[in-house]
């Protein structure tokens, strides 16, 4: 290895072809990859899939989806946290440190992945509070993903975000294609890993998806410390307390989507055959509002929910600089995206299910 890398390093002479192979064989990437995926995977056999950051917001309620249609044993989901015992006993769970370029290989061999679905990220707020652990995982973790996507043929999801757009991007709406200059180092590591992605896609083969995601609602998980996360705290508040303190401005307008539309599109996009995407990464939309408007159509069913403001710097900053709302065209014409929830209708789902759930929890 320390030959080979020597060996690069001092390639400048050689032609380009003789550099590319080079570059290629440190790490195993091959632009044959496609072809050993479609040799070595049947079209009549069920994907093999690994999901990363499975512990976070999304990565339970996708693997549950994705089990209830490729079957239990088909999904694993991988963290480098002790799981709950719910999720632990609903399917197989594993140690899976994306920092760890050997560990990671050796998970895909072992398993038979064919799809693999990269969660691990630090979030918005949290990476501005950490930004060289930020970086590790979110672009050094990314590379080992693309790296052995590549090297072994999988079909590869990477969420992306309404964070990728910054304060000099069109913002009500935002279309697919435009200026990306985001200002947290969040931001800045979603659009290297559309570009990375879409790279590998053009350079190797990769079969490489992305989605940029609204603010994800949902009443199982609690969020990570993203800049939309008032949006899921001021629900378990209003049920539990009847008071909440919100840390963005009254007219803060942000695109929102409930999970289960999340989780649908991600599926879809990952069924949807190559030949339809004509993009690798795409916006997907749901709703829009502000605090002020969620907190309305929350005080027809709980009016007695009282509201104070407290606006955290960082991260009215940060949504200052984002969306209001994102065009989805190409995905609905592409691929049939179609969202289901509307405001009134996740309002009333978020309610009833938290209501639910803490009277089974006072009950037990």
Known sequence: ????RGAVKHAGSLPQCSVERLISAERGISSSSQQFCASSCSDTDPPKILITGGLGQLGVGLAKLLRKRFGKN?????DIRKPPNHVYHNGPFIFSDI???KNLGEIVVNNNISWLVHYSAVLSAVGESNVALAKEVNITGLHNILD???KHGLRVFVPSTIGAFGPSSPRDPTPELCVQRPRTIYGVSKVHAELMGEYYHHRYGLDFRCLRYPGIISADSQPGGGTTDYAVQIFHAAVKTGSFECNLRSDTRLPM?????????TLEILEAPADTLLSRTYN???MSFTPHDLIQVIQKVLPDLKVT???????????????MALEDSAARRDWGWKHEYDLPEL????LTHITTSNQVAQAN
């Open 1 to 4: 290895m320390q030959l080979l």
């Open 148 to 150: 052995i996507a590549t």
């Open 74 to 78: 088909n999904v694993i989901l991988s």
């Open 309 to 323: 403001y407290n606006v955290d710097p960082v991260r009215q900053a940060i949504a200052d600089g984002w969306p």
């Open 347 to 350: 309002v009333q789902t978020m």
């Open 99 to 101: 920092l760890d370029y």
């Open 257 to 265: 989507m409930y999970i289960d539309d999340c989780l649908r599109a």
């Open 284 to 286: 997907i939309n749901a």
